[in-house]
């Protein structure tokens, strides 16, 4: 599904040197990789505030945490995302509440936000999937109306640009008050192991993220509220900082992958490729995601590991069905859209590698499958 090994030969001197001088300095933790690293980040996304931390689920949940959620705190998700973003909402004892999403971007559903708003709403948590951006121009509308927070999980979108509809234009993860972000290694920005960071706007919020994330401490040996451990280390601030300057580019690969895999796979019968939403967002295709409508999908996922090209389902199980996460609120009339996805959906190999005889051959393989 990715190719990571082909990226590092690209930058691997680069890469080598700077985890060398690392190693000569013993700068392991909170070194200057990490604080350069925060402040080209700052720079590439136009936000005032990055705050590294370990991993993006901790990022979400850190970002929870600093908006002072409490307990019963009702906060709205998708139905249709990585289990992350409802584990930490648990997590926290505040209450899910999953909805449906959209059938053509597979983003949380403005409209299914507003039917499940109550008095206890405190938080809409919009997830970005795939790489696409959510329509952030309604969610920030329902959020002004009914004064709720706004976490955005831009863990598959780093890079991507959305456009208001007041004509700015925007880094996904910088619209709501906070957004956080995963550097898992086959992310569109990824490390050589774990990593994540929270992005803000608002200087109080980020002076109290910055405790949260060093166990509540302040000044030193001073701890003002319950904080946990999470430090990006500096091995992997160092990789991200030779990749960030390239991030555009290897999001621009994808892009070309991805219209590559449009022309080949647009146009035929049981086929649907993904929905770009016109003006307002831009696609950095984490994944890219057909739509199999023939009631195939899982033959051709079959047929495609039979024939070695990889592919993945995501996502199989909606997270109102996940024993975790089940709920007596949940009627499953109120997921018609997930409850359908999660039987046509099927990812294809997507990363800064792809070359055209690769798709050609994957396009080539789908359609004779498809048509047979
Ligand atoms: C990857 C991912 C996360 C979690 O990131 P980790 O770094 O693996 O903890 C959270 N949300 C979404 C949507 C993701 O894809």
Do not use: W
Request: glycine residues 8%.
């Amino acid at each position: 599904m990715v190719d990571l090994q082909g990226q590092y030969g690209s930058i691997k001197d680069q890469i080598n040197d700077s985890l060398q001088e690392i190693m000569n300095t013993s700068a392991f933790i909170n070194g200057p990789e990490v604080q350069n690293f925060q402040k080209e980040l700052e720079e590439y996304l136009g936000v005032k505030h990055v705050i590294p931390c370990a991993n993006g689920t901790d990022a979400l949940q850190i970002a929870m945490m600093g908006l002072g959620l409490k307990p019963g705190d009702e906060v709205i998700t998708a139905d249709f995302t990585f289990a992350a973003t409802v584990e930490v909402i648990a997590l926290l004892q505040l209450t899910p509440v999953l909805v449906d999403v959209d059938p053509e971007t597979f983003n949380i559903d403005p409209e299914a936000i507003k039917e499940a708003i109550t008095p206890r709403t405190k938080a809409i948590v919009p997830v970005h999937l795939f790489g696409q951006t959510a329509n952030m121009d309604a969610i920030m509308e329902i959020a002004k109306a009914h004064n709720l927070f706004v976490i955005e999980d831009n863990a598959q979108a780093i890079g991507a640009d959305f456009h208001s509809k007041e004509g700015k234009t925007i880094k996904t993860g910088t619209i709501g008050d906070v957004g956080s972000t995963s550097f898992f290694p086959s992310k569109n920005l990824g490390c050589y192991g774990d990593g994540g960071a929270i992005f803000t706007n608002d200087d109080d919020l980020a002076h109290t993220l910055r405790g949260i994330v060093n166990h509540g401490m302040y000044e030193r040996y001073h701890h003002d509220v319950v904080g946990v451990n999470s430090r990006l280390d500096s091995f992997q601030a160092a990789v991200l900082r030779a990749k960030l300057p390239k991030l555009d580019i290897y999001n621009e690969a994808r892009k070309a992958a991805a219209i590559r895999y449009d022309e080949a796979l647009g146009g035929h019968d049981h086929i649907i490729i993904p929905h770009r939403s016109g003006d307002c967002d831009t696609h950095v295709f984490h994944q890219y995601t057909l739509k199999i409508t023939n009631g195939k999908r899982d033959e051709l996922v079959k047929h495609l590991n039979e024939q070695g090209i990889p592919c993945g389902v995501y996502y199989p199980i909606p997270l109102h069905n996940q024993k975790a996460y089940k709920d007596a609120r949940y009627n499953e009339a109120d997921f018609p859209v997930t409850n359908q996805l999660i039987k046509e959906v099927i990812s294809l190999p997507m990363h800064t590698e792809l070359d055209n005889d690769q798709i050609d051959h994957i396009t080539k393989t789908i359609i004779e499958f498809v048509n047979n």
